[in-house]
């Protein structure tokens, strides 16, 4: 059924669709929208049995998750930012334990400074933790990928994070196609666990394991991780079947097939980039754009194929990892190994600046000009940056740098003198 609605409540309605059994929350934005959606339909009755369990902090919300699905029960959280980095201790726990909890991260913008805007720095801050992450780049695509999560998280027992762009996706109006209860029941069996805690047939969920045990227990992790590579387009191509509608799998290629540039990206600028490549095409450029979908397990051989045509790469990240560069770059560039292109890592959009289609027509034009620097911070104001790299070798107590560079863009009054 067609409905015209926020993406955040998209997701709550898919999400419920699936019938969870316990929801654990604590709000936090910009994901609160998706758990008070998901109260409203278990205080109505809509959604049961589901119990819905308001928890003192995010740290919380995931080790109800994991009692929660140790018991039998399908388990569903959301978070954001800094709660993402606040229950760190209990994902990897989850994922450790291999339980299918299923969670959206809204994505956002990790302090300090505090932001509460978009970027990628949250989820790709746990891109080791073992669990599968998948990134939408719209909002039908977050609802669908969240029903699909719960089938995949299952079969494998393992967690799975649907991200999603805060604000710009969870809080944007759009229609969206809602499959409805029956069709929902028709793709997603009941909860059968691979591992439950049964007072009649005891066992130890998260016994400790010494040097003898632990290097196989990580390896097995990674082993169904590689599951995950085959069965996440298997799913999709599933879910195709039924609902007439793709997530894509694993990549999404976008006129890659005689593209000589070809742009790497994960989540809602994705759209941007489509109509931007449009234009640049319109002019004779030959531009492509590769989605990720599974940003962990990474798809090493399904990029490489999107990409072996191509004469260049670019990467446009929303986050990086500071002192080094590019994260998505690191992983695209193992993909590319042996291959002799030419590789771009431009990082943009951080703590929500807009990634406007001007902006990446220049930098693509450069790109593909090979003028283009290895890494591109595009839209960097080099002027406020040098002013406070001057005051730091002028004097010691230069003050915050947060403070200093909101007085150099006129956001915070300049100190009387």
């Known amino acids: 059924m067609l409905r015209q609605i926020e993406g955040s409540r998209a997701v709550a309605q898919a999400v419920a669709l699936a019938r969870p059994e316990v929801v654990c929350a604590y709000p936090i934005s910009p994901q609160t929208h998706i758990v008070e959606g998901l109260g409203e339909l278990v205080k109505s009755g809509q959604l049961t049995p589901c119990e819905f369990i308001n928890v003192e902090s995010e740290f919380a919300a995931m080790s109800v998750a994991i009692g929660a699905s140790a018991a039998g029960a399908r388990a569903y959280t959301a978070t954001a930012s800094q709660g ?16 299918p ?7 956002r913008a990790i302090g300090a400074p505090i932001n509460i805007w978009n970027d990628h720095s949250d989820s790709m801050s746990q891109r080791d933790c073992g669990w599968i992450q998948l990134f939408a780049a719209h909002n039908q695509e977050a609802l669908d990928l969240h029903i699909q ?58 016994a400790m394991v ?127 190994s042996g291959l002799h292109l030419h590789g771009y890592t431009v990082v943009a959009g951080l703590g929500g600046r807009a990634i406007t289609r001007a902006s990446l027509a220049r930098t693509l034009r450069e790109a593909v000009a090979d003028r283009l620097q290895p890494l591109t911070f595009m839209d960097l104001d080099w002027g406020i940056v040098n002013r406070q790299l001057e005051r730091e070798r002028a004097m010691r107590r230069s003050g915050p740098v947060a403070e200093n560079l909101l007085r150099d863009v006129g956001t915070v009054a300049s100190r009387v003198s």
């Open 101 to 107: 909890i299923v969670m959206t991260v809204a994505n």
């Open 210 to 336: 010494g040097p003898e045990a632990f290097m196989e227990v990580r390896y097995l992790a990674h082993a169904k991780q590689q599951l995950a590579l085959e069965r996440i387009p298997q799913i999709a191509e599933e879910f195709l079947g039924r609902f007439g509608r793709t997530t894509g799998g694993l990549v999404r290629g976008y006129h890659c097939e005689d593209a000589e540039t070809v742009v790497v990206a994960l989540g809602s600028v994705l759209g941007t980039l489509r109509e931007t490549v449009e234009e640049l095409r319109a002019t004779g450029l030959k531009i492509g754009v590769l989605g990720i979908t599974s940003f962990r397990p990474f798809p090493l051989a399904a990029v490489r194929a999107a990409l072996q045509g191509a004469k260049r790469v670019v990467v446009l990240e929303k986050s990086f990892s500071v002192g080094l560069g590019g994260v998505v770059s690191t992983d695209v560039r193992l993909a590319l």
């Open 149 to 206: 999560a719960f089938k995949l998280g299952e079969e494998l027992s393992m967690p799975v994070m649907v991200c999603m762009d805060g604000f710009i996706l969870t809080h944007a109006v759009e229609r969206v196609d809602m499959p409805s209860q029956a069709e929902v029941d028709a793709f997603l069996p009941p909860y059968e666990p691979r591992q439950v805690l049964d007072p009649a047939e005891p066992v130890s969920i998260g």
């Open 84 to 99: 993402l980095l606040f229950m760190a201790e209990a994902i990897y726990n989850a994922s450790g334990l291999g339980l």
